[in-house]
């Protein structure tokens, strides 16, 4: 069984910066494709950037490219989300999701594990 705590949400002014962090705990033995999805008020879940532990490699969406980072930190077992230059429509829900099963880089369908959700809200 893997856990998944995230922390870090919060309230900003456009322009400004966030960081989520999602630590792993449980059975974190094997390498991990994990993401950061977030859900909008009336929107659909969307993911918005992934890494997979086992290489390290990295995938964004188009509108959070160079804007977002995502990396990992294995002595912690945890996974960041840099936010910089927040916009209002990035205000949502942002769930942390990890599987061990890789489908290549940007998969963003249903995911074995997921996190509880954190609020950002970006404000003008």
């Known amino acids: 069984q893997v856990h998944l705590l995230e922390s870090g949400g919060g309230s900003v002014q456009v322009g400004g910066s966030l960081r989520l962090s999602c630590e792993v705990s449980?059975?974190?033995?094997?390498?991990?494709?994990m993401a950061w999805f977030r859900q909008a008020p009336g929107k659909e879940r969307e993911g918005v950037a992934a890494?997979?532990?086992?290489?390290?490699?990295?995938y964004y969406v188009d509108s959070v490219k160079g804007r977002f980072t995502i990396a990992q930190d294995n002595t912690k077992n945890t996974m960041y989300l840099q936010m910089n230059s927040l916009k209002p429509e990035d205000t949502a829900m942002y769930y942390c999701?990890?599987?061990?099963?890789?489908?290549?880089?940007?998969?963003?369908?249903?995911?074995?594990?997921w996190g509880q959700g954190l609020q950002v809200t970006v404000s003008s």
């Open positions: 890494i997979y532990t086992g290489h390290g490699g990295t």
């Open positions: 449980g059975d974190t033995y094997n390498d991990f494709y």
């Open positions: 999701a990890a599987d061990p099963v890789f489908r290549g880089m940007g998969f963003f369908g249903i995911m074995a594990y």
